[in-house]
């Protein structure tokens, strides 16, 4: 599975669009890149899942470059709710286990 | 649809005693996978099971060991249990064991062991 970095933290308030990078340069040609959130003591939550190009769902977007390196999670116009840690993943899931790197733990001010 | 149910969701044991976690996946879903989540640790692949067998594996000790039904309920056993072993234990379901299928993660059963 290709390794994915983000960054640890972030800071951001309410009604701003939020953008979370992760990096995956190792990523090979049948993988699929997945985003997850998570709240304390709570399963992680499936968000977005895309290939290439940008990909829209009704809670975030999702924009891949075409070398695909790259993925960055948006979040339009976040609320508290949103404060959570978010996870990108990178692989086939089920020719391989999840691994879950650090996350990027969002944290959304009034 | 319902989501993928996990029983118990909070369980306190002492060291020594063994648990047995449950897992339901959501209706339709073969791939059963369980992971364990410690601040320390984050969050750790255990086992996988697609249609009654393990698929894969994750890096513990044989004292963690799981079982799938044909139903594809999913059982998660912890034997001898560690102070260690304290952790929320998370159980994801997903259509099919290859492909690029989402896993859907229950909301998981916090474990204490003292």
């Known amino acids: 599975l290709a390794k994915t970095t983000q960054p640890i933290s972030m800071d951001s308030y309410e009604g701003q669009e939020v953008n979370i990078t992760c990096s995956h340069n190792n990523i090979a040609t049948n993988d699929y890149i997945t985003w997850y959130q998570q709240f304390p003591s709570q399963g992680p939550r499936f968000i977005i899942q895309?290939?290439?190009t940008k990909v829209t769902n009704e809670v975030a977007s999702l924009f891949i470059p075409a070398d695909r390196k790259s993925s960055t999670l948006s979040l339009p116009r976040v609320s508290l709710s949103d404060t959570a840690v978010y996870y990108c993943l990178v692989g086939r899931y089920n020719t391989d286990k999840l691994i879950f790197g650090t996350g990027t733990r969002l944290q959304v001010f009034p | 649809k319902a989501g993928v149910t996990q029983t118990p969701r909070y369980l306190i044991k002492t060291r020594g005693q063994q648990v047995t976690l449950s897992c339901s996946p959501i209706s339709g879903h073969r791939s059963v996978s369980w992971y364990q989540q410690t601040p320390g640790q984050g969050l750790q692949f255990l086992f996988e099971?697609?249609?009654?067998?393990?698929?894969n594996k994750g890096n513990f000790p044989g004292r963690f060991s799981g079982r799938q039904f044909s139903n594809s309920r999913s059982e998660m056993n912890v034997s001898t249990l560690e102070l260690g072993d304290s952790a929320l234990y998370l159980c994801?379901?997903?259509?099919?064991?290859?492909?690029?299928?989402?896993?859907?993660f229950g909301p998981g059963t916090r474990l204490t062991v003292l």
């Open positions: 994801a379901s997903s259509l099919a064991f290859q492909g690029k299928d989402t896993q859907y």
């Open positions: 099971y697609f249609s009654e067998t393990q698929r």
């Open positions: 895309g290939y290439k």
